[in-house]
């Protein structure tokens, strides 16, 4: 509605009666939208807001509490680890190669 009202040259009275809203509204939506951008508009809670410690416990106990997962999200998940696992030891393999030429030369030497 904001984008229409700003886009074409009608007044807020037209634009309000065609969206079936107040034209003030359009007036405060057109204002926050110009101060806040789209982050303005979207819908916040409104009352007194609950204590912290309150979003600390809800945060830790959603963190614990895990979904089932699907037998295919098992395998998934289990082909993740392996192939972790994988390029963890490729790189070690790889170090320990290098290490094994630093080594040879410093021989030779």
């Given at each position: 509605?904001?984008k229409y009202?700003?886009?074409?040259?009608?007044?807020?009275?037209?634009?309000?009666?065609?969206?079936?809203v107040?034209?003030?509204?359009?007036?405060?939506?057109?204002?926050t939208?110009?101060?806040?951008g789209?982050?303005?508009?979207?819908?916040?809670?409104k009352?007194i807001?609950?204590?912290?410690?309150?979003?600390?416990?809800q945060a830790?106990?959603?963190?614990?509490v895990?979904?089932?997962?699907?037998?295919?999200e098992?395998?998934?998940?289990?082909?993740a680890?392996?192939?972790?696992?994988?390029?963890?030891?490729?790189?070690?393999?790889?170090?320990l190669?290098g290490?094994?030429?630093?080594?040879?030369?410093?021989?030779?030497?």
């Open positions: 509605m904001i009202y700003l886009t074409h040259d009608l007044g807020m009275n037209q634009v309000a009666s065609k969206f079936n107040n034209p003030s509204q359009v007036l405060v939506w057109t204002n939208f110009n101060k806040l789209t982050i303005g508009l979207i819908p916040r809670k009352g807001p609950m204590k912290k410690t309150n979003y600390k416990k830790k106990l959603n963190k614990n895990k979904l089932p997962l699907s037998e295919k098992k395998y998934e998940e289990k082909i680890q392996l192939e972790q696992k994988v390029y963890d030891l490729e790189l070690s393999n790889y170090c190669k290490l094994r030429a630093v080594m040879e030369e410093y021989q030779t030497k």
